[in-house]
């Protein structure tokens, strides 16, 4: 009975084992194939020579216009944009004018980049001194971490010059500036900034630990005279710090860690061995 069950499923089974006959395509299916060939033939020309109708449209000498003339309205620019990084550099070598938008995020937060600039145009910005390129980078709202990122990439460069407007309470919107005469030195910069500043407007709840906070930086948050690392947790409501607060009031005292509450975020400061092992559990219990 084996045999013959064996026998019975050897022959199901075989014809699978090479292709049919008729698999093969009859000429007609080719002649249906070739029309829809044709068709994408002709539309493939026609979105080509509109490509080609386009790029002669915007000239590199009216993308320059434009996007000189939307400096002021920064904030508007569409959003979602990240242009590549070598998008422009060809400009920049040849010592040629160009502007460009670096990138722009759903928040608001948009980054230009103007390089070779002549003298002129340098008052159409906010501090008209020397330099041939400058760097703008505008936020709907102001936050500390705007801040702590400048002040990294002021420590990595020299001779760099700036204007902000920003604001501790969150209230305005945020306004940076760089000049440089090496255009090449600003655009590094310009976009390692950028990657930094995007990067945070995608998280809710933000930590800042500086163990060695810098007197620039503490100057601007308006925490003169502190002594040892700082602690800041962006995203923080003023009555969600006190709810968070409350608690650990006690513990905080007897470890020497002091804390600063403001509209937007929270500062806790202290030793760097007690604030830094407080920290992980603190800050766990906002994340949660």
Not at 179 to 199: G, I, K, P, Y
């Amino acid at each position: 009975m084996s045999e013959f069950m064996r026998a019975i499923v050897q022959e199901v089974l075989r014809p699978a084992e090479r292709p049919p006959k008729k698999e093969k395509e009859p000429p007609a299916v080719h002649q249906k194939l070739h029309r829809p060939n044709y068709q994408n033939a002709m539309r493939e020309k026609r979105l080509n020579e509109l490509k080609g109708n386009n790029e002669k449209i915007t000239s590199p000498d009216d993308e320059l216009v434009s996007r000189l003339n939307i400096l002021t309205l920064a904030q508007g620019a569409e959003r979602g944009i990240t242009v590549p990084a070598n998008h422009g550099t060809e400009n920049t070598a040849a010592g040629q004018p160009c502007g460009r938008l670096i990138g722009s995020a759903p928040s608001g937060l948009a980054a230009w980049l103007y390089t070779n600039l002549p003298h002129e145009r340098l008052e159409w910005f906010h501090r008209p001194i020397p330099a041939q390129g400058v760097a703008v980078f505008s936020a709907p709202v102001s936050s500390p971490g705007q801040l702590v990122i400048l002040q990294e990439e002021l420590s990595r460069t020299e001779d760099m010059k700036y204007f902000i407007q920003w604001d501790k309470n969150g209230k305005t919107a945020f306004l940076l500036e760089l000049f440089h005469n090496d255009c090449r030195l600003l655009e590094t910069t310009a976009e390692n900034m950028w990657q930094s500043l995007n990067r945070q407007t995608k998280k809710k709840n933000k930590l800042f630990y500086l163990e060695q906070p810098g007197s620039w930086l503490l100057n601007q948050l308006e925490l003169t005279g502190i002594r040892g690392a700082v602690a800041i947790m962006e995203g923080l409501g003023r009555y969600e710090s006190y709810s968070l607060l409350l608690p650990v009031l006690q513990e905080l005292a007897s470890t020497n860690i002091r804390y600063r509450i403001e509209e937007k975020y929270l500062v806790l400061y202290g030793a760097h061995e007690q604030l830094a092992s407080y920290l992980p559990g603190f800050f766990g219990e906002i994340q949660q």
